[in-house]
Protein backbone atom coordinates (compact mmCIF):
# COMPACT_ATOMS: atom_id res chain seq x y z
CA UNK A 1 0.00 0.00 0.00
CA UNK A 2 2.73 2.69 0.53
CA UNK A 3 4.46 1.75 -2.69
CA UNK A 4 0.84 2.19 -4.32
CA UNK A 5 0.53 5.36 -2.14
CA UNK A 6 3.86 6.95 -3.39
CA UNK A 7 3.14 5.82 -7.03
CA UNK A 8 0.07 7.99 -6.98
CA UNK A 9 2.27 10.93 -5.51
CA UNK A 10 4.55 10.66 -8.30
CA UNK A 11 1.97 10.46 -10.75
CA UNK A 12 0.10 13.83 -9.67
CA UNK A 13 3.49 15.49 -9.42
CA UNK A 14 3.88 15.14 -13.31
CA UNK A 15 0.47 15.94 -13.95
CA UNK A 16 1.28 19.27 -12.07
CA UNK A 17 4.10 19.77 -14.71
CA UNK A 18 2.51 19.15 -17.23
CA UNK A 19 0.02 21.62 -16.29
CA UNK A 20 2.93 24.12 -15.22
CA UNK A 21 4.30 23.67 -18.66
CA UNK A 22 1.05 24.27 -20.44
CA UNK A 23 -0.28 27.54 -18.80
CA UNK A 24 -0.54 30.56 -20.27
CA UNK A 25 0.21 33.72 -18.19
CA UNK A 26 2.81 34.89 -15.52
CA UNK A 27 0.60 34.56 -12.95
CA UNK A 28 -1.12 31.00 -13.46
CA UNK A 29 2.48 29.82 -14.79
CA UNK A 30 3.82 31.08 -11.68
CA UNK A 31 0.89 29.20 -9.34
CA UNK A 32 1.07 26.14 -11.49
CA UNK A 33 4.94 26.30 -10.50
CA UNK A 34 4.58 26.32 -7.23
CA UNK A 35 1.77 23.57 -6.95
CA UNK A 36 4.15 21.66 -8.95
CA UNK A 37 6.76 22.33 -6.65
CA UNK A 38 4.85 21.73 -3.77
CA UNK A 39 3.68 18.47 -5.06
CA UNK A 40 7.22 17.59 -5.68
CA UNK A 41 7.91 18.18 -2.31
CA UNK A 42 5.59 16.60 -0.81
CA UNK A 43 6.13 13.02 -3.08
CA UNK A 44 10.39 13.48 -1.57
CA UNK A 45 9.18 13.98 1.94
CA UNK A 46 7.21 10.42 1.77
CA UNK A 47 9.70 9.13 0.32
CA UNK A 48 12.31 9.42 2.73
CA UNK A 49 9.28 8.74 5.25
CA UNK A 50 9.19 5.25 3.73
CA UNK A 51 12.54 5.12 3.54
CA UNK A 52 13.61 5.47 6.79
CA UNK A 53 10.81 3.05 8.18
CA UNK A 54 11.92 -0.03 5.87
CA UNK A 55 15.61 0.73 7.33
CA UNK A 56 14.19 0.81 10.65
CA UNK A 57 12.39 -2.25 10.26
CA UNK A 58 15.70 -4.08 8.62
CA UNK A 59 17.78 -3.23 11.63
CA UNK A 60 14.97 -4.07 13.76
CA UNK A 61 15.14 -7.54 12.45
CA UNK A 62 18.88 -7.95 12.59
CA UNK A 63 18.62 -6.63 16.18
CA UNK A 64 16.40 -9.40 17.12
CA UNK A 65 17.87 -12.17 15.32
CA UNK A 66 21.81 -11.35 15.11
CA UNK A 67 24.32 -13.56 16.96
CA UNK A 68 25.77 -10.61 19.42
CA UNK A 69 22.46 -8.41 19.68
CA UNK A 70 20.09 -8.57 22.53
CA UNK A 71 16.85 -8.02 22.44
CA UNK A 72 15.30 -4.92 22.83
CA UNK A 73 13.21 -5.37 26.65
CA UNK A 74 9.49 -5.67 25.80
CA UNK A 75 10.25 -6.98 22.40
CA UNK A 76 8.35 -11.08 21.87
CA UNK A 77 11.91 -12.44 21.64
CA UNK A 78 12.72 -11.31 24.92
CA UNK A 79 9.71 -12.63 26.01
CA UNK A 80 10.28 -15.97 24.91
CA UNK A 81 13.67 -15.89 26.00
CA UNK A 82 12.20 -15.17 29.39
CA UNK A 83 9.88 -17.67 29.42
CA UNK A 84 12.52 -20.16 28.72
CA UNK A 85 14.69 -19.09 31.62
CA UNK A 86 11.98 -19.67 33.95
CA UNK A 87 10.83 -22.75 32.34
CA UNK A 88 14.41 -23.99 32.84
CA UNK A 89 14.42 -22.57 36.17
CA UNK A 90 11.23 -22.62 38.74
CA UNK A 91 8.68 -22.77 35.73
CA UNK A 92 7.91 -26.06 37.27
CA UNK A 93 7.32 -24.61 40.99
CA UNK A 94 5.25 -22.13 38.76
CA UNK A 95 3.10 -24.71 37.32
CA UNK A 96 2.55 -26.79 40.47
CA UNK A 97 1.38 -23.29 42.34
CA UNK A 98 -0.97 -22.64 39.20
CA UNK A 99 -2.19 -26.38 39.25
CA UNK A 100 -3.19 -26.37 42.98
CA UNK A 101 -4.38 -22.83 42.30
CA UNK A 102 -6.42 -23.64 40.19
CA UNK A 103 -8.08 -26.76 41.75
CA UNK A 104 -8.94 -24.48 44.69
CA UNK A 105 -11.02 -22.42 42.63
CA UNK A 106 -12.92 -25.26 41.01
CA UNK A 107 -13.36 -26.47 44.46
CA UNK A 108 -15.05 -22.96 45.88
CA UNK A 109 -16.63 -22.74 42.66
CA UNK A 110 -18.24 -25.93 43.30
CA UNK A 111 -19.16 -25.50 46.29
CA UNK A 112 -20.92 -22.05 45.36
CA UNK A 113 -23.13 -24.63 43.17
CA UNK A 114 -23.86 -27.40 45.96
CA UNK A 115 -24.68 -24.14 48.21
CA UNK A 116 -27.27 -22.74 45.59
CA UNK A 117 -29.10 -26.27 44.94
CA UNK A 118 -28.95 -27.03 48.51
CA UNK A 119 -31.24 -23.92 48.83
CA UNK A 120 -33.58 -25.15 46.33
CA UNK A 121 -37.39 -26.69 47.09
CA UNK A 122 -38.84 -28.62 44.28
CA UNK A 123 -42.08 -29.52 46.25
CA UNK A 124 -42.77 -26.20 46.94
CA UNK A 125 -42.83 -25.27 42.88
CA UNK A 126 -46.04 -25.63 42.19
CA UNK A 127 -47.51 -23.24 44.69
CA UNK A 128 -45.14 -20.47 43.24
CA UNK A 129 -46.57 -17.76 41.15
CA UNK A 130 -45.94 -17.63 37.15
CA UNK A 131 -43.12 -15.16 37.29
CA UNK A 132 -41.31 -16.83 40.36
CA UNK A 133 -41.74 -20.35 38.63
CA UNK A 134 -40.44 -18.89 35.78
CA UNK A 135 -37.09 -17.48 37.66
CA UNK A 136 -37.29 -21.09 39.01
CA UNK A 137 -37.05 -22.38 35.91
CA UNK A 138 -34.42 -20.61 34.47
CA UNK A 139 -31.94 -21.23 37.47
CA UNK A 140 -32.79 -25.18 36.83
CA UNK A 141 -31.08 -24.50 33.48
CA UNK A 142 -28.63 -22.31 35.07
CA UNK A 143 -27.41 -24.97 37.54
CA UNK A 144 -27.32 -27.42 34.53
CA UNK A 145 -25.13 -25.47 32.22
CA UNK A 146 -22.77 -24.66 35.35
CA UNK A 147 -22.52 -27.83 36.32
CA UNK A 148 -21.21 -29.23 33.00
CA UNK A 149 -18.64 -26.92 32.83
CA UNK A 150 -17.09 -27.09 35.90
CA UNK A 151 -17.08 -31.04 35.11
CA UNK A 152 -15.39 -30.22 31.86
CA UNK A 153 -12.49 -27.87 33.77
CA UNK A 154 -12.15 -30.81 36.36
CA UNK A 155 -11.16 -33.03 33.74
CA UNK A 156 -9.01 -30.97 32.21
CA UNK A 157 -7.35 -30.99 35.10
CA UNK A 158 -7.51 -34.60 35.86
CA UNK A 159 -5.88 -35.04 32.35
CA UNK A 160 -3.62 -32.74 30.65
CA UNK A 161 -3.29 -30.20 33.11
CA UNK A 162 -2.21 -32.67 35.83
CA UNK A 163 -0.33 -34.82 33.82
CA UNK A 164 1.75 -31.86 32.75
CA UNK A 165 2.01 -30.23 36.73
CA UNK A 166 3.03 -34.04 37.52
CA UNK A 167 5.75 -34.62 34.76
CA UNK A 168 8.30 -30.83 35.77
CA UNK A 169 7.09 -32.69 39.69
CA UNK A 170 8.03 -35.90 39.50
CA UNK A 171 11.54 -35.24 41.32
CA UNK A 172 10.25 -32.84 43.93
CA UNK A 173 7.06 -34.13 44.53
CA UNK A 174 5.41 -31.94 47.54
CA UNK A 175 2.70 -32.69 50.02
CA UNK A 176 0.58 -29.81 47.84
CA UNK A 177 0.77 -31.59 44.85
CA UNK A 178 -0.27 -34.88 46.50
CA UNK A 179 -3.33 -33.16 48.07
CA UNK A 180 -4.40 -31.49 44.76
CA UNK A 181 -4.28 -34.52 42.88
CA UNK A 182 -6.60 -36.21 45.52
CA UNK A 183 -8.70 -33.08 45.68
CA UNK A 184 -9.20 -33.22 42.30
CA UNK A 185 -10.24 -37.03 41.97
CA UNK A 186 -12.71 -35.72 44.60
CA UNK A 187 -14.18 -32.76 42.97
CA UNK A 188 -14.84 -34.89 40.21
CA UNK A 189 -16.78 -37.31 42.11
CA UNK A 190 -18.92 -34.30 43.89
CA UNK A 191 -19.29 -32.41 40.53
CA UNK A 192 -21.00 -36.40 39.27
CA UNK A 193 -23.46 -36.29 41.82
CA UNK A 194 -23.92 -32.45 41.18
CA UNK A 195 -24.68 -32.64 37.51
CA UNK A 196 -27.04 -35.61 38.40
CA UNK A 197 -28.98 -32.82 40.86
CA UNK A 198 -28.89 -30.19 38.67
CA UNK A 199 -30.90 -32.44 35.92
CA UNK A 200 -33.13 -34.55 38.04
CA UNK A 201 -34.36 -30.66 39.30
CA UNK A 202 -34.95 -29.35 35.12
CA UNK A 203 -36.98 -33.03 34.73
CA UNK A 204 -38.49 -32.49 37.98
CA UNK A 205 -39.90 -28.79 36.10
CA UNK A 206 -41.02 -31.37 33.11
CA UNK A 207 -42.77 -33.86 35.27
CA UNK A 208 -46.17 -35.45 34.29
CA UNK A 209 -47.75 -36.72 37.27
CA UNK A 210 -46.99 -37.37 40.82
CA UNK A 211 -45.07 -40.19 41.38
CA UNK A 212 -42.48 -38.47 38.77
CA UNK A 213 -41.83 -35.74 40.77
CA UNK A 214 -41.78 -37.60 43.90
CA UNK A 215 -39.14 -39.44 42.53
CA UNK A 216 -37.41 -36.63 41.24
CA UNK A 217 -37.54 -34.52 43.94
CA UNK A 218 -35.76 -37.09 45.82
CA UNK A 219 -33.30 -38.32 43.69
CA UNK A 220 -32.28 -33.94 43.58
CA UNK A 221 -31.67 -34.12 47.12
CA UNK A 222 -29.51 -37.37 47.20
CA UNK A 223 -27.59 -35.92 44.75
CA UNK A 224 -26.67 -32.84 46.43
CA UNK A 225 -26.15 -34.54 49.65
CA UNK A 226 -22.93 -37.07 48.29
CA UNK A 227 -21.44 -33.98 47.05
CA UNK A 228 -20.81 -32.83 50.28
CA UNK A 229 -17.98 -35.49 51.40
CA UNK A 230 -16.38 -35.80 48.30
CA UNK A 231 -15.95 -31.88 48.13
CA UNK A 232 -14.97 -31.83 51.91
CA UNK A 233 -12.27 -34.12 50.76
CA UNK A 234 -11.36 -31.65 48.11
CA UNK A 235 -11.35 -29.17 49.69
CA UNK A 236 -9.02 -29.99 52.52
CA UNK A 237 -6.66 -31.34 49.91
CA UNK A 238 -6.13 -27.77 48.72
CA UNK A 239 -6.72 -26.01 51.91
CA UNK A 240 -10.12 -24.43 51.60
CA UNK A 241 -12.31 -24.78 54.26
CA UNK A 242 -16.23 -26.58 53.40
CA UNK A 243 -18.81 -24.17 54.96
CA UNK A 244 -21.01 -25.45 57.45
CA UNK A 245 -23.72 -27.02 55.84
CA UNK A 246 -26.41 -27.91 58.41
CA UNK A 247 -27.40 -31.40 56.48
Known sequence: ME????????????VAFIGAFNARGVVRTSLAALLALACLGAALWHTNAWRARKMAGVGAVGFVFGGESAPAPGHPASASGSHARVSGAGGGEDLREDFVSDVAGL???AMVLRAALAAEDPSRGRALSDEAYQAFEARAGDYVSRSRRLREQAAHLATGGAAAGTALARSARGANEDGAEEAVEALNEALQALTVAA?????????????????????????????????????????????????
Open 107 to 109: VAR
Open 199 to 247: RDLRAFLRATGREEEQRLAASFRRGVQAAAAPLRRAAAGVGTGFPPSGD
Open 3 to 14: SLGLTVLYMIVA
